[in-house]
Nanobody
Framework: QVHLVESGGGSVHAGGSLTFPCVAS????????LAWFRQAPGKEREGVAA???????SYVDSVKGRFTIFQDKDKTTMYLQMNSLKFEDTATYYC?????????????????WGQGTQVTVSS
């Protein structure tokens, strides 16, 4: 049984910040790679940030230096900290998990998804 729950999205002005969690209850195997994706209206789902069990982290170029992915100590909750938000960051944000061993931004490889949380950035 896998359960991923995001919360804490919202509306913010450009330049502002948001941090929100994804609580993950998933087996050790299928939580090898945890990631944040986002999908804006009319666009494909895009990988934003990912972290694997070894702590290796990757970001899509458009968020590097602005977003941070991290986990709490027991790795049951993953967070996305978003700073210097831009209008183009507006999207529904999803957390997702997959098993070993890759941790790339290929949405098709992720079998488990949260319900999504909306982030709206006003310019």
């Amino acid at each position: 049984q896998v359960h991923l729950v995001e919360s804490g999205g919202g509306s913010v002005h450009a330049g502002g910040s948001l941090t929100f969690p994804c609580v993950a209850s998933a087996s050790y195997y299928i939580s090898y790679c945890l990631a944040w994706f986002r999908q804006a209206p009319g666009k494909e789902r895009e990988g934003v940030a990912a972290i694997d069990r070894g702590g290796r982290i990757s970001y899509v170029d458009s968020v590097k230096g602005r977003f941070t992915i991290f986990q709490d100590k027991d790795k049951t909750t993953m967070y996305l900290q978003m700073n210097s938000l831009k209008f183009e960051d507006t999207a529904t944000y999803y957390c997702a998990s997959k098993g070993p061993f890759s941790c790339l931004f290929n949405a098709a490889e992720f079998g488990y998804w949260g319900q999504g949380t909306q982030v709206t950035v006003s310019s």
